[in-house]
């Protein structure tokens, strides 16, 4: 306590160095601030906020005159506490104790009353509303709460809060609050809002206003996305026929604009769903397209990848949001391991026997799968989502594009630019293309093999790992989930054209968004299915995939 | 060539041996099953006939994949999904015999069909209440499907690993597809609560015991019409064009066309097995097609050894017989006693258990 105020005072100290026009404010500022924060201490002890301890008690008394003055000296001192306080009382949930006259915000759930204080933590369950009573309102107080909430959230520092605002108000118009956005939509500095602010209005004028502003008002709602501009325009009657055309136009127009909207979601969606195949098949596209190694341990190797994730996030529950930072480095390494282990140790002895490689890897996924289960149980574990992958990218109305979605397709894009960078400008990715052309003559050329083998299938592995620290925060971590991205990936890979990274990515990427466009008539499954029919034709028709690779490599 | 009373077999003296401990099993089972007392030590449960007649239709499986994995060089990581077609086929029939014993008691529909509130039968299920027409779909039904893949598959020379791969595919797209509920087949729950064949209750011991011996007999014949089958002109190209098939190609042989006969009837074999391995267990469902039961039948093959047909009843049954014994007794040991085998045998063990025998019989 005492450090709050003294934190304030050392505030007001610099404030008053720097600018001594502004003492008096901060001043009080800082006055209001610390009595508000040593009435919400204090609130435990007694009934309310010193200051404003009157205008509270005061919702507790009969007179709906007094409550009025009472709400509009709270919403003209505005603590942090008013804009719930006057939900709750607008929606009959706030209460009071008999006793004590303290104030409870009430709610229903389980057969249970929950009533919790509002300026503390005090929380009271109770079977019955026994010991309290609720703050009444009558048709005039209602009024004033609504003008009052608006006018608090319109005029919010925040533009998000205030644009709640708005849109709260297109659900539900209140003309004292229309009179509020009237008098602030020139200064509002946020185009955003002012939008909202401007198709509020329009719509209020479509109904009430006069018929000599119609036209505009329409022009205006021709803008809008909102549900409440088209549903206006769609109820608009008017005797002036040409209005009602203008009408009909502006909703085409929206509707146009709003599928057009559509389409770029679905193929965000699209996009996002490819990364993730893309990413999941970038790994293969190195053993097996590179290599020509089937590495059916693959998805076990993403699986290893996640889990590699759960365990740094355990290892560090303080910072999320930087543990997958750890993580990536650390699934790299942990997967690569395991599959330099897997080459050297089995691989190594199959070369030339492809189908019996594909035997003992999948012998190899086996084996992972159960060792997971046998360490980690057979549930399934859950990755925290960092703050900053969560929420979204409000576009507009109806186009929200949501931030993990944007981070995957991301990551998978620098993943492959990171994989092209490594084949294409280091000596190893140099003489791993050796080796895959001519091995024979790469070693007569000085390249060890075999070195090569198992730093290339360890370069896969890793990726794998990289792979499933992305998927674990997209799906549950199990044991199966690899199992469930193995047939994909293959697909992926053998559609892009085997050996070709990039086709890979376009493969991945044209899947995903293929599978999205289905979805809405075909559902999930039904799409899925489709794509592998779909991926099975094509395979006869173009043996070697989309962009095959040409010359003498192609028969390696 | 002589005819002797062995024609077929009588230079496959492993296959005679395997031909008559099948007849012994065949017949000494049912004896000791029906014939010895229950509370004698000879007596053989009729749980156990049930369990060895399912590892009699999976040895089947094994021989239809062994012929075209061991002779023709594809290895099939689909044939699951044969063997699972001739078992839907056979559940069709089964679920049409239920009648109105149904839960919902209605006479023609089966009891999901109620549930999911359709009002007549789909077109596809009309005909399944004849046993003559559910055994031909269990031929006809995989059959085609191997056809018409391998027709595409083969004309346009898609081999190697890349055949693997997209057969595992489409197993896996059919595994989705009927685990919808608007196919028609019973989604997640599949097919089940059968009640009895061709008017032979499912739960007398003695339909049991003649379905085991249809499994032997089946497994028998299957045997010898692929010895024949391999035995032949035809199996002699399939055999080139495992070991050398542009050459084959080039000498004249239409190695498209002797791939895809082959493939088919081993397809049609796997329905078979199918067939006979649903009323024993029971129930079918879509998890039958699941990729990994494509893959473990492979293993069967590998450990009883490839190209010897013997070799893959060996497998199945060991096995299988490992699993039921290891899944109940140490479930946590299963898989990786499975993923051990599958990798010690692909690299110590390429001939398997098979190629052994004959390691020890040429240096004897």
């Given at each position: 306590m005492t450090q709050i105020k003294y934190l304030q005072i050392a505030d007001l100290n610099i404030a008053h160095r720097i600018r001594r026009v502004l003492i008096a404010v901060s001043l009080l500022l800082g006055l209001v601030a610390a009595t508000t924060a040593y009435a919400t201490e204090a609130g435990a002890s007694d009934s309310g906020p010193s200051v404003l301890g009157d205008?509270?008690?005061?919702?507790?008394?009969?007179?709906?005159?007094?409550?009025?003055?009472?709400?509009?000296?709270?919403?003209?001192?505005?603590?942090?506490?008013?804009?719930?306080?006057?939900?709750?009382m607008l929606q009959g949930e706030l209460y009071y104790a008999k006793k004590t006259k303290r104030l409870y915000h009430m709610s229903e759930g389980d057969g249970q009353y929950r009533f919790s204080s509002i300026f503390d933590d005090e929380v009271v369950m109770q079977n019955r509303k026994r010991g309290y009573r609720k703050v009444k309102i009558n048709n005039n107080l209602r009024g004033l709460l609504r003008q009052s909430l608006a006018g608090l959230q319109l005029g919010n520092k925040d533009a998000k809060v205030r644009l709640a605002a708005v849109n709260e108000l297109l659900k539900s118009p209140d003309d004292d609050a229309l009179q509020i956005v009237r008098s602030r939509i020139a200064n509002e500095a946020d185009e955003g809002v002012k939008h909202a602010m401007a198709a509020l209005l329009a719509i209020d004028t479509l109904l009430k206003g006069d018929i000599t502003d119609h036209s505009e008002a329409i022009a205006t709602l021709r803008e809008s996305l909102s549900p409440a501009a088209i549903n206006a325009l769609r109820s608009y009657h008017s005797p002036d026929k040409q209005l009602e055309a203008e009408a009909q136009q502006a909703i085409k127009s929206i509707d146009a604009r709003k599928s057009w909207y559509s389409i770029i979601e679905t193929t965000f969606?699209?996009?996002s769903l490819g990364s993730v195949l893309a990413l999941a098949a970038i790994g293969l596209?190195?053993?097996?397209?590179?290599?020509?190694?089937?590495?059916?341990?693959?998805?076990?190797?993403?699986?290893?990848g996640a889990y590699t994730t759960f365990v740094v996030q355990t290892?560090?529950?303080?910072?999320?949001?930087?543990?997958?930072?750890?993580?990536?480095?650390?699934a790299f390494v942990v997967a690569g391991s395991v599959g330099i282990a897997i080459e050297r140790g089995i691989i190594r002895h199959l070369y030339g026997r492809p189908l019996e490689t594909l035997l003992a890897t999948f012998g190899v996924s086996l084996i992972l799968q159960q060792a997971v289960r046998s360490i980690f149980s057979p549930l399934n574990r859950t990755v925290e989502t960092p703050q900053w992958m969560s929420g979204a990218w409000q576009v507009n109305e109806v186009l929200a594009l949501t931030w993990n979605r944007m981070y995957i397709i991301l990551f998978c894009l620098a993943v492959f630019m990171a994989l092209i960078a490594i084949m294409k400008r280091t000596s190893l990715g140099l003489q791993v293309r050796a080796v895959s052309q001519n091995r024979n003559m790469a070693r007569a050329?000085?390249?060890?093999?075999?070195?090569?083998?198992?730093?290339?299938?360890?370069?896969?592995?890793?990726?794998?790992?990289?792979?499933?620290?992305?998927?674990?925060?997209?799906?549950?971590v199990g044991p199966n989930l690899g199992q469930s991205y193995i047939i994909d990936s293959f697909m992926v890979v053998v559609f892009g054209g085997v050996g070709n990274l990039l086709g890979t990515l376009v493969a991945g990427l044209g899947l995903g968004v293929a599978n999205k466009i289905m979805e809405p008539w075909a559902g999930a499954v039904l799409a899925k299915i489709l794509v592998l029919i779909f991926i099975i034709l094509f395979i006869q028709k173009r043996p070697r995939g989309l962009f095959p690779q040409r010359g003498r490599a192609a028969e390696g | 060539m002589t005819t002797s009373r062995f024609g077929l077999i009588q230079n496959d003296r492993a296959g005679r041996w395997f031909l008559g401990c099948l007849l012994l099993v065949g017949l000494?089972?049912?004896?000791?099953?029906?014939?010895?007392p229950e509370d004698s030590a000879f007596h053989f449960s009729t749980y156990s006939v049930t369990l060895l007649g399912k590892y009699l239709t999976y040895a089947l499986l094994a021989i239809a994949a062994d012929l075209v994995w061991g002779y023709l060089g594809i290895l099939s990581l689909g044939h699951a999904a044969f063997f699972s077609l001739g078992g839907y086929a056979m559940g069709m029939y089964l679920m049409r015999q239920i009648g109105d014993r149904g839960v919902y008691g209605d006479p023609v529909l089966p009891d999901f069909m109620v549930f999911l509130n359709w009002h007549e039968l789909p077109w596809f299920w009309q005909g399944f209440d004849m046993f003559w027409f559910a055994m031909l779909m269990v031929l006809v039904v995989p059959g085609l499907l191997a056809y018409a893949f391998g027709f595409l598959a083969f004309r346009s020379r898609v081999s190697g690993v890349y055949l693997s791969i997209i057969t595992q595919a489409l197993?896996?797209?059919?595994?989705?597809?009927?685990?919808?509920?608007?196919?028609?087949?019973?989604?997640n729950n599949g097919l089940t609560d059968f009640k009895d064949l061709l008017g032979f209750s499912l739960r007398e011991d003695s339909t049991r015991i003649a379905l085991f011996m249809a499994s032997a007999l089946a497994l028998g014949l299957g045997y010898l019409a692929c010895r024949y089958i391999v035995g032949s002109r035809l199996g002699l190209a399939c055999i080139a064009i495992r070991d050398a098939e542009s050459r084959t190609r080039f000498i004249g042989y239409r190695v498209e066309n002797v791939k895809l006969w082959v493939f088919t009837f081993s397809a049609m074999l796997a329905g078979i097995a199918g067939a006979l391995y649903v009323p024993q267990v029971g129930i079918i469902n879509p998890s039958e097609f699941s990729p990994l039961n494509s893959i473990e039948l492979i293993i069967w093959v590998a450990v009883g050894g490839r190209a010897t047909l013997y070799g893959a009843v060996i497998g199945a049954l060991l096995v299988n017989y490992s699993k039921s014994y290891l899944t109940a007794a140490l479930p946590d040991i299963w898989l990786f006693a499975l993923g051990a085998l599958f990798v010690l045998v692909t690299m110590y063990l390429p001939k398997g258990i098979a190629g052994l025998a004959k390691r020890r019989e040429a240096s004897a």
């Open positions: 205008a509270w008690q005061t919702l507790t008394k009969g007179n709906y005159k007094q409550k009025a003055d009472a709400i509009q000296a709270i919403a003209k001192q505005n603590p942090p506490q008013t804009v719930a306080v006057l939900k709750a969606f699209g996009l596209a190195i053993t097996f397209g590179v290599m020509g190694v089937i590495n059916m341990a693959h998805g076990e190797l993403m699986m290893i290892l560090m529950p303080e910072h999320i949001g930087l543990s997958i930072l750890v993580a990536i480095p650390a050329m000085g390249v060890r093999s075999d070195w090569v083998d198992a730093l290339t299938f360890g370069l896969g592995a890793g990726i794998a790992g990289i792979a499933g620290v992305g998927l674990s925060l997209l799906t549950n | 000494l089972v049912p004896v000791l099953n029906l014939g010895v197993t896996y797209a059919l595994m989705l597809a009927f685990f919808r509920n608007e196919m028609g087949f019973g989604g």
